[in-house]
């Protein structure tokens, strides 16, 4: 592809894990399709992504045919800074700094005959696209959540159903024409019982802005979500899904160009799994930042040693800066099952629920973790915290008919007892109900696959988002003619 039509677009991402990797996928996506991409994000989390991923700060990547640069700003703050375990006042942290370094990052690009076409941000990072509209760039959001998640903000922002309030917090919400959620199974960041009601204010703040992103992509396939995105379009709302971006096999070339936090010595974890027969072992996950109190973690662990199945955990420590507790496993635990368990700190997980010896997977139902078993034909057992995964857990189970219900989420504070672990765990690995869910995982697996294909929905739709940039700037051009 000749330079003169290489369009540049610039990438950036709050500095979290669930964050970083699915913009970071994007970003492989678009370099792999011919366009110049530089990827940003702050230097507390680059410098744990140069030593882990063997990542070089400015040095250009090729990728497909395009290319891929990454950038890192200090936020700053030391590394010990209190101001880290303080979300509110590190987003305006965030703000303060990233603001004018965007600017700067565009001028300069600017002064060397590179101006970008397009600018993506992730959410929490809402003044992006300020910052874009300010210099007359088109900015677009990756939502990282699902589309009927979108959906439910979007009708919370503009009132257009009702929700639960102080007074009537047991309200059912009409999702669409078709679906409703039960109180306690819409984002709780939007529920008056919230513990973290500024979450719910943040991601709002994305919706104030919306006028201003000429296209909202999601990490989603049409065939999945179809009417959630049709509600959107019908909404006036330009809005792409070009998901699942992990599976897309135009980025399996970039395998190498990661964004985790944390090494790990994969080959150990694999070797374990190719000792175990198809279908024996459950995968235990809650993601990185979900916590469960030590009370609970104790009832799952009972639960596995009761029902006797195979099991890879893994049992990530606490960020620091969340100040929590460890966990530990009760005594004897790990003695007692040594020959058919696995205690981990980290783990391949797209790896891990591809290999044939998983036959389900006990998730915090975050969207990440859901698109990857969904589209790797892997069923569930649904352990959500907070936020969108109530409202993922809702989904997997009763409308794609992959999981089981097993935890409820922070809000109702209940205890998993292990006997309702052990029971669940039993009903995913064996018997009809097991069967069922294996054949639906694997028709959203084939779905999900047919999405990304060369052709495909997905592929369609980031073909005509790119085409879509290529025109605005041709439009500017005229324009300075």
Known sequence: MGSESVIHILLISFP????????????????AKGSSITFITTEYAGKDMRTVNNITDKSLTPVGDGSLTFHFFHDGLSDDDPIRTDLPAYLEQLKLVGKPFLSQIIKNYSDSNKQFSCIINNPFLPWVCDVATEHDIPSALLWIQSAAVFVAYYNYFHKLVPFPTDSEPYTDVQLNSSLVLKYNEIPDFLHPFSKFPFLGTLILEQFKNLSKVCCVLVDTFEELEHDFIEYLSEKSISIRPIGPLFNNPMIKSASNIRGDFVDSDDSSIIEWLNTKEKGSVVFISFGSIAYFSQEQMNEIAYGLLDSQVSFLWVLKPPFKELRLKEHVLPNGFLEETSERG????????????????????????????????????????????????????????????????????????????????????????????????????????????????????????????????????????????
């Open 16 to 31: 979290a894990q669930g964050h970083i990797n699915p913009l970071l996928r994007l970003a492989k996506c678009l370099a």
């Open 342 to 481: 696995k205690v981990v700190k980290w783990c391949p997980q797209v790896e891990v629920l591809s290999h044939h010896s998983v036959a389900c997977f006990m998730t915090h139902c975050g969207w990440n973790s859901s698109m990857e078993t969904l589209t790797l034909g892997v069923p569930v057992l649904t352990f959500p915290a907070w936020g969108d995964q109530l409202t993922n857990a809702k989904f997997l189970v009763d409308v794609y008919g992959v999981g089981i219900r097993l935890g409820y989420g922070h809000m109702e504070n209940k205890l998993v007892t292990r006997d309702e672990v052990n029971k669940c765990l039993l009903e995913a690995m064996t018997g009809e109900k097991a069967e069922r869910m294996k054949q639906n995982a694997m028709k959203w697996k084939k779905a999900a696959e047919d999405a990304v294909a060369d052709g495909g929905s997905s592929d369609r739709n980031l073909d005509a988002f790119i085409e879509d940039i290529k025109k605005h700037g041709a439009v500017n051009i005229q324009k300075i003619l």
